[in-house]
C-alpha cells in the first residue's frame, strides 16, 4: 500500500527510481509519480499519471527528465480519488519543497485551516499536501534542516513515511519514519532510500532501517540520523542476505500462478528451516548472516537433536512455555484464516486453549492482560499496521509476544519478543497463496514442538509431523496436476459465468472455505459468501438455487464428514449445484455433487492445506477466463500499511 522509493548520489536517479517503483507494485497503487532536481536547469522536474507504473515510465522518458536526487511514489487512494492531482509528490506553493508520503497525517484537517488562513493555496485533497506547504514555512524559520523536520514531527501526527526534496538544499534527502516502514539502503557515493529492500536489493544488501520516531538527512556520501527529540541515533547497518529477492515471472502467465506452483518447495524449504532452527548448535542471530551455518546442519537432518534455543529464538523463558495457559493468535485477511485454522492444530496437539483475533477489532476491544498466556502475530509482510498497532499495544503490557512472518526485516520483527521466519520467498501477488500454506505449516510444526517439549508426544512423533507436512505439500501440487487440464479446458469457463458463490465447510474446513471464498472475491469480483455448513438450515439455505453454485470443502474426520454430507443432501434436496473439494473415499459426498475433485487422503489436520493448491488454481483459472488483473486486483493492497 503506497511505496515509496528515492535516490541521492553520483549517478542519475530516473532508472533507479521508475525500476524501484515497479518493484514495489506488488504493495497496491492506483496511480504513480516521479520528481527529480533537473540537472540542467536544478529546478525540480515531475511527471504524475494515474494508473500503472508503466505509463509513469511512458511519461517520464518521454519528458526527458532526470538528476542526481529524486523521489518517487505509488498511490493508494486514502484522502481523494485517484487522479493526477492527488498523486504524489506533493508542492509548497512555490514549488521548492516537494514530498512523497506513506500513512496517514491525523492532523491535516486542522493544519491545512491553519495554512490557508496564511495564505497557502492547495490543489489536491490529500493529507501530504499539508506537510509539502508546512515543511516549506518552517524551512523558512529554522536555519537547519534538522530544526525545521523537528518542528514539522511535533505538528504532524498519524502514521508516516515520508521523503523530502528540497530545491534550496539539492544534495539532500530527508526522510522520515513514524509507525510507518522506510529503509536506507547503503551505497558508495550514493544512498536509496525505499519502503522495502526489494526497491534497491541489488545495488546494495547494506542495509540502515530507520528507527520508528526518528529521520533521517541523507546526502551521497553520508546518512546522520536522529530522534524526534533531536538526539543524535548511531547509523547501524545491517548486511541484508537477498537469496530470495528474485522476483522475475518466470515464464509463468501471472505471478499469483507462479507462487501457486511454488508452494511445495516454500513448504520444503521452511520444515527445513524449522528443523535447522530448532536443532541444537544453532542460534537464529546468525539469520542476517549469509555465510550462516545452515548447510552444515541440513546434512544432519535425519540425525536431528531437537534444541531448547528455539524459545529463546521466540523469546519465551522455559518457565513461561511450562506455564502456558493460553495462546493468542492475532492476524488480518489471509492470516487470520490462516490462524483460525492453526487454532484447531493447537489445541489438538498441544491440549492448549488458543483465542484468535482480529488485528482491527483486536486493538479496540476490552484488554484483560494475563500471565501464563503467549501472543503470536501472524502476517505475511511484518507491516500489517492493524497488526504492527496491536503487536504494540500487547507489547506495552510486557507480555511475550512472537512474529511469524515471511520477512525477516519487517518491522514486526524488530519490534517482537521473538520471530519465526517462514521460507516461501517473496510473494508479489497481492492474493496470499503460498504464504498462507507456509503458515499453516510452520504453525503445524510449532504446534508439535511445543507438545514435544511439554511431553505430549515423542521424538518419533515429532518427525513423522514433519514427514507428514512434506507428503500433504507433494498431495497439495500433485492433486493441481491431477485437474489442471479440466479446469482449465471446461470447468473454468463454465464457472465463470455464475455472478455469486456461497462456500460451506464444517470444522477445520469452515475457515478454509472463508479463505476460498475472500480468494474469489479478491481477484474475480464474483460475490461470495462463507457459512459453516451447520449454520445452512438457520438462514443460508433460502439463498439456494441452480443460479448460486455451492462449493463445500470437505474434512478427513468421520463424525464431522458425516455432517457433512448431511449439509450437502440438504442442498441437493433444494435442486442446489454442489461442488466438493473430497477426500478419496467419500464417495457419498462424491455422488451427490455435480461436480467434485477427488483428493488423496492426508493426516485429518492437514485436510486444509492439502486441499490449498487446488482450491486456488481453480479460482485462478476462473478469475482468467474473466480477463480480471489477477496480480493486481482493483481497490486492494500488498502490504496495508494504513489503518
Ligand atoms: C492484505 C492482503 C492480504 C493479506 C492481508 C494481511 O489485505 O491483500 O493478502 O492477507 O493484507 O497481510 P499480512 O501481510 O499481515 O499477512
Redesign the pocket.
Known amino acids: 500500500?503506497c511505496g515509496i522509493v528515492a535516490y541521492v548520489g553520483k549517478g542519475h536517479c530516473k532508472d533507479f527510481i521508475l525500476e524501484g517503483l515497479t518493484r514495489l507494485e506488488y504493495r497496491?497503487y492506483d496511480s504513480a509519480g516521479f520528481a527529480c532536481i533537473n540537472s540542467e536547469h536544478k529546478r525540480f522536474s515531475y511527471v504524475k499519471t494515474v494508473g500503472l507504473v508503466s505509463a509513469l515510465k511512458e511519461s517520464v522518458n518521454k519528458a526527458l527528465i532526470d538528476g542526481h536526487v529524486g523521489i518517487g511514489h505509488t498511490r493508494w487512494a486514502t484522502h481523494g480519488i485517484a487522479n493526477q492531482e492527488n498523486a504524489h509528490p506533493h508542492f509548497n506553493c512555490s514549488k521548492s519543497v516537494s514530498i512523497v508520503h506513506n500513512g496517514i497525517i491525523e492532523s491535516h484537517e486542522e493544519l491545512r485551516e491553519k495554512l490557508i488562513n496564511s495564505g497557502h493555496d492547495f490543489y489536491s485533497t490529500t493529507d501530504t499536501e499539508v506537510i509539502a506547504h508546512l515543511f516549506g514555512s518552517l524551512l523558512k524559520i529554522h536555519h537547519t534542516l534538522k530544526n525545521a523536520v523537528l518542528d514539522l514531527v511535533s505538528q504532524a501526527a498519524g502514521a508516516y513515511a515520508l521523503a523530502l526534496l528540497m530545491e534550496d538544499y539539492p544534495d539532500q534527502l530527508i526522510a522520515v519514519r513514524r509507525r510507518s516502514p522506510l529503509v536506507i539502503g547503503i551505497g558508495e557515493g550514493e544512498n536509496f532510500i525505499a519502503s522495502d529492500v526489494l526497491a534497491f536489493w541489488d545495488k546494495t544488501n547494506k542495509v540502515f532501517f530507520i528507527p520508528d520516531n526518528s529521520f533521517a538527512i541523507i546526502n551521497k556520501d553520508s546518512v546522520q540520523c536522529y530522534d524526534f527529540a533531536g538526539n543524535s541515533v548511531p547509523i547501524k547497518i545491517q548486511d541484508v542476505d537477498f537469496k530470495f529477492a528474485n522476483t522475475d515471472k518466470q515464464g509463468f502467465e501471472h505471478y499469483m500462478l507462479k507462487e501457486i506452483y511454488e508452494q511445495k518447495k516454500a513448504i520444503d524449504n521452511t520444515i527445513s528451516f524449522c528443523r535447522f532452527i530448532g536443532s541444537k548448535d544453532v542460534c537464529l542471530k546468525h539469520i542476517f548472516d549469509p555465510n550462516n551455518k545452515r548447510k552444515e546442519c541440513k546434512s544432519n537432518i535425519d540425525s536431528i537433536e531437537y534444541s531448547e534455543e528455539i524459545w529463546q529464538q521466540l523469546g519465551l523463558e522455559i518457565e513461561q512455555l511450562k506455564n502456558l495457559k493460553q495462546i493468542n493468535l492475532i492476524?488480518?485477511?489471509?492470516?487470520?484464516?490462516?490462524c483460525r485454522i492453526i487454532q484447531f492444530f493447537i489445541e489438538t496437539i498441544c491440549k492448549i486453549p488458543v483465542h484468535v483475533f482480529l488485528?482491527s477489532e483486536f486493538r479496540y476491544m476490552p484488554f484483560f492482560p494475563k500471565v501464563d498466556t503467549v501472543f503470536i502475530?501472524?502476517?505475511?509482510?511484518?507491516?500489517?499496521a492493524?497488526?504492527l498497532e496491536a503487536l504494540r499495544l500487547v507489547n506495552s503490557y510486557n507480555l511475550p509476544t512472537i512474529v511469524v512472518?515471511?520477512?525477516v526485516s519487517s518491522t514486526?520483527v524488530r519490534e517482537a519478543g521473538g520471530f519465526l521466519p517462514m521460507q516461501a520467498g517473496p510473494?508479489i501477488s497481492?492474493?496470499?497463496t503460498k504464504?498462507?500454506s507456509c503458515?499453516i505449516s510452520i504453525l503445524y510444526w510449532l504446534a508439535h514442538r511445543i507438545a514435544l517439549f511439554r511431553g505430549l508426544i515423542s521424538l518419533d512423533q515429532m518427525r513423522v509431523a514433519e514427514d507428514d507436512l512434506l507428503v500433504t505439500a507433494e498431495v497439495l501440487e500433485s492433486s493441481i496436476e491431477t485437474y489442471k487440464w479440466e479446469i482449465s479446458q471446461t470447468l473454468a469457463k463454465f464457472y465463470a459465468k455464475f455472478e455469486r458463490f456461497i462456500f460451506l465447510g464444517r470444522h477445520i474446513s469452515y475457515p478454509f472455505a472463508m479463505e476460498a471464498a475472500?480468494k474469489l472475491k479478491?481477484i474475480s469480483y464474483i460475490f461470495a459468501q462463507c457459512y459453516p455448513a451447520g449454520e445452512l438450515k438457520h438462514g443460508p439455505i433460502a439463498l439456494i438455487d441452480k443460479r448460486t453454485p455451492i462449493i463445500m470443502f470437505s474434512v478427513l474426520d468421520d463424525l464431522i464428514y458425516q455432517k457433512l454430507v448431511a449439509n450437502a443432501q440438504e442442498v441437493k434436496a433444494r435442486n442446489g449445484h454442489l461442488v466438493s473439494f473430497a477426500f478419496e473415499g467419500q464417495n457419498e459426498l462424491i455422488k451427490l455433487s455435480d461436480c467434485s475433485f477427488i483428493i488423496p487422503r492426508v493426516k485429518p489436520l492437514l485436510a486444509p492445506l492439502a486441499m490449498t493448491g487446488l482450491m486456488q488454481f481453480f479460482i485462478y483459472q476462473i478469475t482468467k477466463e474473466l480477463g480480471r488483473p489477477i496480480d493486481k486486483p482493483r481497490n486492494?493492497?500488498?502490504?496495508?500499511t494504513v489503518e
Not at 492476524?331 to 490462516?338: E, N
Not at 502475530?377 to 500489517?384: K, L, N, R
Request: net charge negative.
Open positions: 500500500m497496491g492476524a488480518a485477511g489471509t492470516s487470520w484464516h490462516a488485528s502475530f501472524i502476517s505475511q509482510s511484518g507491516e500489517t492493524d497488526t512472518t515471511n520477512v514486526m510473494e497481492v492474493a496470499s504464504a498462507f503458515q475472500l479478491e486492494l493492497a500488498k502490504s496495508v
